[in-house]
């Protein structure tokens, strides 16, 4: 959202008049001003109290046609064609143990699979899959070292109150989550 919100500022303001974009996570912050400066714009970015504040004083090379969405993105490796998306840390309807031990096998026979994900996602619950106390946790990092994009709900580690205990992926947020699955030929639940 913060990169659709800045290019519609950009598009409305005049040239040399000054434009702030607030901020709350990092990873739109490096979205943003990757964007800002792929198109001539030099922002300075300054952090208060959780809000980063990124200030400039021209509007760029940005139209109307400027793909912001793409911002959001890393090319998928070619040989992997599918996303996987976590919506909770048990899988299947049932017994609640059985579910958390099939999504660890799931997670667990990833890395030994041949054609590994472009993505995961975690939602909601599933996110404690990514954080320190992980029993997953190593075969998390071995896939994300293989190339394998680990992204991980902001808004549920902050609901959960989390954020801190992050130790694999990437914070992330529902706009770069959904562009990617709608662009996915496959989407995995599991």
């Known amino acids: 959202m913060p990169l659709i919100l800045t290019k519609r500022a ?9 434009l702030v974009i607030l901020i709350d996570n990092e990873t739109s912050v490096k979205n943003v001003t990757r964007f800002l400066e792929e198109h001539q714009m030099h922002p300075v970015t300054e952090l208060r109290e959780g809000i980063y504040s990124l200030s400039l004083n021209n509007r760029g090379t940005v139209t109307d046609q ?8 890393v090319p998928a490796k070619e040989s992997a064609d599918y996303l996987v998306c976590f919506q909770k840390n048990i899988a299947g309807e ?4 059985l579910g958390y031990r099939l999504t660890q096998l799931f997670i667990k026979t990833l890395p030994d699979i041949d054609r590994k994900p472009s993505v995961l996602t975690f939602l909601n619950s599933s ?15 071995f896939l994300e070292e293989e190339g394998v ?29 959904m562009t990617l699955m709608s ?3 496959k989407v995995l639940y599991p």
């Open 183 to 185: 662009k996915a030929p």
């Open 66 to 73: 400027t793909p912001a969405e793409e911002y959001c993105e």
């Open 127 to 141: 996110v404690f899959l990514t954080l320190k106390d992980s029993p997953v946790l190593e075969y998390l990092e």
């Open 94 to 97: 049932g017994a609640d143990e």
């Open 149 to 177: 994009r680990i992204l991980v709900c902001g808004t549920c580690l902050d609901y959960f109150d989390k954020k801190d205990e992050l130790a694999v992926g990437m914070v992330s947020n529902m706009y770069e989550i």
């Open 10 to 18: 950009l598009l409305e303001m005049q040239e040399g008049e000054p």
